[in-house]
């Protein structure tokens, strides 16, 4: 495998690959990063956040690559949306209701 077969991820992966990473090294070696102790606010900040943050994108990421159909291209959708139509053209069963004597009042108003 060469590096033209590794499919590249988007560039908020790798900024917050870069903040995890720059955190954690952060609150390992710097005391003071760390605050008060090691579950305070700072680290949260400098590792919590980033961490959770990305672990959300990729979560988002292999749900929208699990909702392409096999055999589909990845970019390709698979049919437009659909347009909605007029009362006159749904079925029966989808138009609305009115009752007979307030359609006659209308009628005859």
């Not at 007029?86 to 209701?97: T, W």
């Amino acid at each position: 495998m060469n590096r033209s077969d590794i499919r590249r991820e988007s560039p908020v992966d790798d900024v917050l690959r870069y903040a995890v990473a720059v955190g954690a090294t952060l609150v390992l070696l710097v005391p003071a990063a760390r605050g008060e102790s090691a579950v305070g606010w700072l680290p949260l900040w400098l590792v919590g956040m980033p961490l959770c943050a990305w672990a959300c994108l990729r979560w988002a990421t292999r749900l929208e690559r699990a909702a392409v159909p096999a055999g589909s291209a990845a970019g390709v959708q698979a049919r437009p949306a659909a347009v909605p139509r007029s009362p006159a053209v749904q079925p029966a069963s989808r138009r609305r209701r009115i009752p007979a004597a307030r359609r006659r009042a209308a009628r005859a108003a």
